[in-house]
Each structure stands twice: as structure tokens, then as C-alpha cells.
């Protein structure tokens, strides 16, 4: 019976020894591969070694106040014209691409969002799933063939009759401040006025969203989400799903997105009760839920609830809330350059003298001037600042081999600022994109809405949108800032701004 007993303790520490040598080997491996991995990223251009936190990378020298350093980029640009390397944590580099020459590289590719731990596009899954942003493959794929339809410009066109109604009731707001001379926050009511858009475009959702002056509390869960993302992206600690869910900020976020989507559920639920109900809506157009919940790929299956979700919390977010920094900061510029603003409201006259307080679908192409400063407004203030990719093979870049799993940050900010790409890159100029210089421009010079395969769906939707709402506000209105407030660029999943935008309107006679 002892040897029996003395066999058996004799099996388990055998037992016990060889699961702690196992785990020996993972870990030395792993140090292993660490440390081969530091020194490859450690190697290249960016930040010194001796900068380096420990813990935290670079973010501390990278990331003030919750938001990038755009000072800071703009001189790490200019010491790195093409790429550089950034330490976010201490497992984490991220090669930041602002050049078009190392842009194209990877944009002409289909590769996906970094969704794996410690990816940058992780913290927004809660919020989005995977909707066309975020998913990748050949989900990414199916997504984008199944949805390309809902941009046609057949489908695009009937919009226009939303466009002018929505931005009646923006100008109507916008009319008591000019009576009175009083200064206003742009950012808030455009806001308001690009969800009422989308909902109508999108969903043929009808609400009083602009009614209230105050931030729409889905406006401002969406902006509350966004710049969580951008949080938890930025601390180290936040990484870990446990300390995220039990934090004030994280709690918050979970708080938002639950809201989020009980907003898109209710679009949702409602139509299908009207098709449930076998009712014809009396509609002059198809709208972007109307071929959501048709769409069929070729094996006759369609997307499912949870697909559909996903994709209206993306469209939602991705329809208003980039199209409202667009729109805010280009009206910003031109309310600072009283010159480029007198020479929008001229050719827009011209171009409405027959049809006035109305934004035509042919009207659009005759904005020639608008265009070009619409052009420079994102150039300046790309609304979406970073997009980013993972590598799923070897790829070369500036003779530079990178291994699988490499984070690409396409850096637009730092590629709209590169003095190596754009002379004087601060000044406000719109002829850059006059016919005669915009030829001349390399096509991933100016990427707005990134480019490639995976560019913007909704690119013609926001240009469209864009040009109308800005049209009609020029058309009666001259702008200008209040100099007792300074407006700053905050950058998180969207270019915001710190504390708004305000200025002063005042009726064009």
C-alpha cells in the first residue's frame, strides 16, 4: 500500500513538474519573440528608446489631455516625412504612415482593422460589432457588396428633398441668433441637423431632433462613445476588459452603448412591424434600412439581426457624426477667411438665382469654388484624423520588412500636414484643389475619406450633404467667429472640438 502511495505522489509531482517546465518554455518563448520584436521596432525611425515609459510607451509624449498632440505630430512629421514608430504600452508600436508613398501601400489593400487585443479598433466592437467598419475578410467583403447598392446615385438622388427640408429647420435656429447678434456653438447645431438627416435618409425616421438646442442625448452618447474609444486606447491598464467594465469611464461607455442600441433597435423593430403588417409605405425613395433587410447575397441568404444591427449603429454614427465635424470646421474656416467665404456666397447665388432656398441634385456639380473649400476644410480638418490596418503577411515599406501583425496607423492628420507634401500646410488655401493644381496632386495625397478598397461607402452621400447644408446656410447668412473664444481641434475617433465652435451670424441682405 505505501508503494502504491509513494507511486502515486511520485506520478504527480512528475505531473506538477512537467506542467511548470510547459510553462517555462511559454514564457521564455515568449520573452524570446518579446524581445526580438523590441528590437526590430525599436530600430526604426520615431521616438528614442531612452523616451520610452516602461509601461506606457510613448502615449504620455504622443497624447495630451485625452487627446494627440497635433504639435507634437506635426514635428514628428517633419523629423520623419514618410513613417515613423510610436510605443502605445509597452507590447503595443504602431508605425504611423503620412506620406502618400507608404500611404498607398497599405490602402490599396483589403487588409483588416486591428481588432486583437491591444488593437486600437478593439474598444469600439461593443459599440459597432462588426458592421462594415470594423469587419474584415471575407465578411468584410460580402458587407460591402451587399451595401454597395444603397449608394448608387439613383438611390442618392431623392436625398436632396431631405438635405433642404432638414437644413429649413437649421436655418430657422440659426435666425434668432442673427436677430439678436448673439453668439452661438456651431457644432451642436450641426450636429443635431446631420442626425435628423440620417435618420430620414437612412431609416425614414422622423423625430424633433433639432427642436431642442441642447445636444441630442443620442448625439451626445455617440460623441461620449467615441471619445471613450479614444481613452481606452490611451491607457495601458484599460486594456484588460475586467479593469474597463469596473471603471467610471468604462461604465459610462457600457451605459451609452446600451442607449445606442436601443435606439437602433427601435428603427429596426418599427419597420419590420410596417412590413409585418403587410402595409406599403407611401415613400418616394429607398432608404439605406429598405436594403438592409433585402439584401441577399448570391446563395440567396440575407444579413441577420445581428448583421443588421451592426450596420445601422455604423451608418449612424459614421453618416452624422464624421459629416458634422465636416461641415462645423469648414464653416469654421470660412467664417476666419471672410475672402473665401464672400466667394462661395457669390457663385452660390449664382447657381440658385433660379431655384433660391433650394439645393438641386444638378446644383451639385456647379459648386466649383464651395467644392474646392469644402476640399481644403477637410484637409486642414480631416474629420476622421487616423485609420489604421493589421497586417496579415510580410509587407515592405521604405525598404523595410514588417512581419504579420504589424499595426499600420494611416495617419491623415500627419499626411494633410506634411510639409513635404503640402507648402505652407497651415494656411487655408482652396486653390490647391482648382482644376489646373488638383490634377497634379497624387492620389493619396488628400484622403479624406481614406481610399482604396476599403475607402468610404458613404463618401458621396457626405460630399453631397455637405455642399447643400453649407450652400443654404451661405446663401443667407455671413459668418463670423467670436473672438472671445478660441476653437480647438480634439482628436479622437472623429476630429472634434474642444469646448465648440462659436460664432455669429448675420442675415445677408
Known amino acids: 500500500m505505501a508503494y502504491f502511495n509513494l507511486l502515486s505522489g511520485s506520478v504527480a509531482s512528475t505531473f506538477v513538474i512537467g506542467i511548470l517546465v510547459y510553462l517555462l518554455v511559454i514564457c521564455i518563448r515568449f520573452y524570446v519573440n518579446f524581445e526580438r520584436k523590441k528590437k526590430f521596432f525599436d530600430n526604426l525611425p520615431g521616438y528614442s528608446v531612452a523616451e520610452k515609459h516602461w509601461l506606457t510607451g510613448h502615449i504620455s509624449l504622443y497624447v495630451k489631455n485625452n487627446s494627440i498632440d497635433l504639435d507634437e505630430l506635426q514635428s514628428l512629421v517633419k523629423r520623419f516625412p ?14 504611423q504612415l503620412v506620406h502618400p508613398d507608404t500611404i498607398k501601400i497599405m490602402l490599396k489593400t483589403s487588409e483588416p482593422k486591428p481588432l486583437g487585443i ?9 459599440w459597432l460589432g462588426e458592421g462594415l467598419l470594423l469587419a474584415g475578410g471575407a465578411k468584410w467583403a460580402r458587407s460591402r457588396r451587399l451595401l454597395t447598392p444603397a449608394f448608387h446615385f439613383e438611390i442618392l438622388k431623392p436625398y436632396q428633398t431631405i ?7 437649421l436655418l430657422g435656429l440659426i435666425d434668432t441668433y442673427a436677430e439678436t447678434g448673439e453668439s452661438f456653438e456651431l457644432f451642436q447645431l450641426i450636429s443635431n441637423c446631420t442626425l435628423d438627416i440620417i435618420l430620414q435618409c437612412a431609416f425614414s425616421y422622423q423625430t424633433d431632433c433639432q ?13 461620449n462613445v467615441a471619445n471613450l474609444v479614444a481613452t481606452r486606447n490611451r491607457n495601458v491598464l484599460y486594456f484588460i476588459d475586467f479593469i474597463w467594465n469596473m471603471s467610471k469611464p468604462g461604465r459610462s461607455f457600457n451605459k451609452d452603448c446600451d442607449y445606442i442600441h436601443s435606439v437602433a433597435d427601435k428603427v429596426i423593430e418599427s419597420r419590420k412591424q410596417v412590413l409585418a403588417a403587410g402595409k406599403q409605405e407611401k415613400k418616394k425613395y429607398l432608404d439605406f434600412l429598405d436594403i438592409l433587410l433585402s439584401a441577399k ?3 440567396g441568404i440575407g444579413l441577420s439581426p445581428a448583421d443588421i444591427r451592426a450596420e445601422v449603429d455604423t451608418f449612424m454614427f459614421e453618416g452624422h457624426d464624421t459629416t458634422t465635424s465636416g461641415i462645423s470646421w469648414i464653416l469654421y474656416e470660412l467664417a476666419k477667411n471672410q475672402s473665401y467665404q464672400k466667394l462661395c456666397q457669390q457663385e452660390v447665388d449664382k447657381v440658385l438665382r433660379d431655384n433660391t432656398d433650394f439645393v438641386t441634385w444638378e446644383n451639385l456639380s456647379q459648386f466649383d469654388i464651395l467644392t474646392q473649400c469644402i476640399k481644403e476644410g477637410m484637409r486642414i480638418h480631416p474629420p476622421v484624423p487616423i485609420v489604421s490596418r493589421q497586417s496579415t503577411k510580410e509587407v515592405t515599406i521604405e525598404g ?3 512581419p504579420p501583425d504589424t499595426t499600420f496607423s494611416v495617419n491623415i492628420y500627419g499626411l494633410h500636414h506634411n510639409p513635404a507634401v503640402w507648402k505652407d500646410h497651415m494656411t487655408y488655401d482652396p486653390s490647391r484643389f482648382s482644376k489646373d493644381r488638383d490634377s497634379v496632386l497624387d492620389s493619396y495625397a488628400f484622403i479624406p475619406f481614406s481610399a482604396g478598397p476599403r475607402n468610404c461607402i458613404g463618401q458621396n452621400f457626405a460630399m453631397n450633404e455637405e455642399k447643400t447644408v453649407i450652400a443654404r446656410i451661405l446663401e443667407r447668412y455671413t459668418l463670423e467667429l467670436d473672438l472671445n473664444h478660441t476653437a480647438e481641434q480634439q482628436t479622437a475617433l472623429v476630429m472634434r472640438a474642444q469646448n465648440g465652435i462659436h460664432c455669429k451670424a448675420s442675415r445677408r441682405k
Open 211 to 223: 427642436k431642442d438646442r441642447d445636444q441630442h442625448p443620442y448625439c451626445r452618447a455617440i460623441s
Open 82 to 95: 514618410k513613417l515613423f514608430r510610436i510605443w502605445f504600452g509597452f507590447s503595443r508600436p504602431s508605425i
Open 118 to 126: 491591444g488593437g486600437n479598433y478593439r474598444p469600439a466592437l461593443p
Open 297 to 299: 447575397d448570391e446563395t
Open 400 to 402: 523595410v520588412t514588417f
Open 163 to 169: 438635405y433642404n427640408s432638414c437644413t429649413d429647420k
